[in-house]
């Protein structure tokens, strides 16, 4: 009989709802079960395309005897991060501080008042390396709940208090200025592997954040480094298994230094990202490889993640059936020499052997290859190898598919969006911006109500019921003014509006400055949630102050510049200490110190071919952060387009910064000149 998460909406809980185990959703009817009973919450974490999510809830969630007994004595919660992120961040925040580490699926226990005392990640169905099974940990905790309980509650207490003891404040500092941004530089320097690119070493993660910050600090400062350290990390993962080389789009992170063998899952935030920092990779160098990297992997999104409503979809598995019934990590993306045979025939199959790097030993499990490209181009024809690709692809096809996570994350959407509008400007890919719209469209149309307040997710057609958060509302309003910049259309000025105004009033400390991930009047949970530092995606924090010094930028509005202003605070002070996990945050302060740019391109019609000429340079500009109006004179589309009249009847362009215009060009030359120095 299925349990509570029958009627989620989330796939995540949805896997889980025949589960034996009496699941409840986050909510505080299963709290108010736990005090009726009296006995402790196992709360349970993770995301649909977490592989060892799937390998506990294989092994102890669907096991009998386990369910029984979590049954008896605990009411077991079960939450997707990926629609509850707040409720992850305060109890991994936990987790991390007693444990000194963390990860999914995130286990954890709680007194009936939401405290938590006793903390881990996966646990095997019997005991190995050192660990104990799952079995004897719910055992142990309930012995402790029964025979211990002051003892367990004085814990919990301590831990929530030590927690609240945590609020950051860096909102009184200044803006991180050039000594900052050098410190970071250097210190990426440090941390930079020069062999493979990236940084640190295994695991691997495309390190898209500060690829974006090495871009904008080249392109202000000049710096070789930086564009050196970018434009190799990005040849080494686009040449890495990690990246899909048949499909395009990239794996989540490789587990190897050299980018080979990736954690198969394809994240859509990891893809918007990547795909943007590739585009720009191209706009700063002319890099072929930059062109067709971020074209693939912006059709990738389009043809694997795009949802009938016109969203994209969270992620796809790292696990798909290997062809025998069993779900096996890389089954769909993995070949042996004897499978390039059977598709591509004798000769063809010892090219591609060559050309993709599938070796008789494998470089992934049982002789299996992840496919790569180790050797520059030139050394296969290149009309020969697209025809291997496209039957090798096509051959691929007929494999057992990973899943689909089909909700629509608003953030994420956001990241999308910009990443489509620029690419499709960029490349001339008008259907990537349509791509781009209609995904906005969705979120105006699903995610937004009345008062422009975000929910964060839905999924086919239906908005989900938690409220969006604060990277919501600062990444859609990114891809918003991205779209406003692309299209010339200003309602999406309008709509991002809405949203930075959300985070003035309901996310920001009034009196410090500094930022919170979830709104005043949200849930309140044993904390309030506040991480400036950018992970997997931009923190709430950093991608806020982008959208807010963005808008500024377009709007002329001191309080939202003096909000931007006021959250780099903390890049000031974590940028030189840890350039590696605040790369948003850096990026954006070198579009704070570039001004940022302010370009007008008005023209008789967005249609004119000398308007388009000198819009499209304004987007190929490389200084940071830049923003561009284009309209025809006195258009009320864009503010910065008030008091701009064509040059003796031609179309003109103008570009503003810190209160100074440059005179007004009506030259292509002369504007891409201005923008690059």
């Known amino acids: 009989m299925p349990n509570r998460l029958a009627h ?42 977490c592989h060892w999510c799937h390998v506990m809830a294989h092994e102890s969630f669907e096991d009998q005897e386990t369910a029984e007994y979590l049954n008896a004595h605990y009411v077991s919660v079960k ?101 900052e941004l050098a410190q970071a530089l250097l210190g990426l320097t440090r941390e930079y592997d020069p062999q493979r690119g990236g940084f640190g070493g295994a695991p691997k993660f495309p390190p898209s954040m500060v690829l974006e910050f090495l871009l904008r600090h ?21 040449r890495g298994g990690i990246y899909d080389q048949l499909g395009g789009g990239f794996a989540r992170y490789s587990v190897d230094r050299d980018w080979v063998v990736p954690h198969f899952e394809k994240m859509l935030y990891d893809n918007a990202l990547l795909c943007r920092v590739y585009a720009h990779l191209w706009r700063a ?51 042996t020499p004897e499978q390039l045979r059977e598709v591509l025939g004798e000769q063809d199959a010892e090219l591609a052997a060559r050309h993709f790097g599938v070796t008789e030993e494998g470089t992934f499990e049982e002789g299996a290859s992840v496919l790569q490209l180790p050797v520059r181009d030139g050394f296969v024809d290149a009309g020969k190898a697209a025809s291997v690709r496209e039957r090798l692809l096509a051959a691929r096809s007929e494999r057992p598919a990973p899943g689909r996570d089909d909700k629509v994350v608003a953030a994420w959407n956001g990241l999308a969006i910009a990443a489509l509008a620029e690419t499709g400007a960029y490349f001339d890919r008008p259907d990537l911006v349509e791509a781009a719209v209609a995904a906005a469209d969705l979120l105006v149309r699903l995610h937004l109500d009345e008062q422009a307040r975000l ?6 057609g239906h908005a989900g019921a938690n409220a969006g958060v604060l990277e919501d509302y600062a990444d859609v309003a990114e891809g918003f003014l991205a779209l406003a910049s692309v299209t010339g259309e200003g309602v999406w000025l309008e709509f991002a509006g809405f949203l930075v105004d959300h985070v003035l009033a309901r996310f920001t400390d009034p ?41 500024a930028a377009h709007t002329g509005s001191e309080p939202h510049r003096t909000a931007a202003e006021k959250a780099l605070g903390v890049v000031k002070a974590l940028g030189p200490r840890v350039p590696r996990f605040i790369g948003w945050g850096l990026a954006v302060a070198e579009a704070a110190l570039d001004g940022p740019r302010e370009v007008a391109v008005v023209g008789p019609s967005l249609d004119d071919e000398g308007t388009r000429s000198l ?63």
């Open 285 to 335: 160098t002319g890099s072929e490889l930059a062109r067709r990297v971020a074209l693939e992997t912006a059709d990738f999104m389009v043809r694997e993640l795009r949802t009938n409503e016109g969203g994209f979809a969270s992620a796809l598995d790292a696990d798909s059936d290997d062809g025998t019934g069993k779900h096996v990590e890389g089954a769909y993306y993995v070949w």
């Open 455 to 460: 929910t964060r997710t839905s999924k086919d």
């Open 615 to 677: 819009h499209r340079t304004a987007l190929l500009g490389t200084a940071p952060g830049a923003v561009v109006a284009v309209g025809v004179p006195e258009s009320e589309e864009f503010p910065l387009l008030s008091g701009r009249p064509l040059v003796g009847g031609e179309p003109a362009a103008y570009v503003c910064r810190n209160f100074t215009c440059d005179a007004p060009t009506t030259e292509v030359e002369r504007l891409r000149a201005v923008l690059s120095d």
């Open 79 to 179: 939450v997707d991060r990926e629609e509850r992120p707040d409720v992850d961040a305060v109890y991994m925040e936990a987790v991390q501080a007693a444990t000194g580490q963390g990860g999914w699926p995130m286990t954890v226990f709680l007194t009936p008042d939401t405290e938590p005392f006793y903390f881990g990640t996966y646990f095997p169905p019997a005991p190995r390396q050192g660990m104990p099974s799952f079995r004897q940990v719910l055992q142990g905790v309930h012995q402790a709940w029964d025979e211990r309980r002051d003892e367990v509650t004085e814990v919990a207490g301590k831990i929530v208090r030590d927690l609240a003891g945590r609020e950051i404040s860096y909102g009184d500092a200044q803006t991180p200025g050039e000594e």
């Open 8 to 49: 989620e909406t989330s796939p995540y809980l949805l896997q889980h709802a025949d589960n034996p185990v009496d699941w409840w959703p986050w909510s505080e009817e299963a709290f108010a079960e736990a005090r009726k009973r009296n006995v402790p919450v196992l709360l349970s974490i993770g995301y649909s395309s």
């Open 218 to 238: 080249h392109a202000r400062t000049g710096a070789e480094g930086a564009l050196q350290m970018a434009g190799d990390t990005c040849e080494r993962m686009a």
């Open 511 to 551: 009196e410090s400055g500094s930022l919170y991930d979830t709104a005043a009047d949200a849930e309140r949970l044993i904390r309030r949630p506040q991480d400036p530092t950018d992970n997997a995606a931009p923190s709430g924090w950093s991608a806020a102050a982008g959208a807010l010094l963005g808008y």
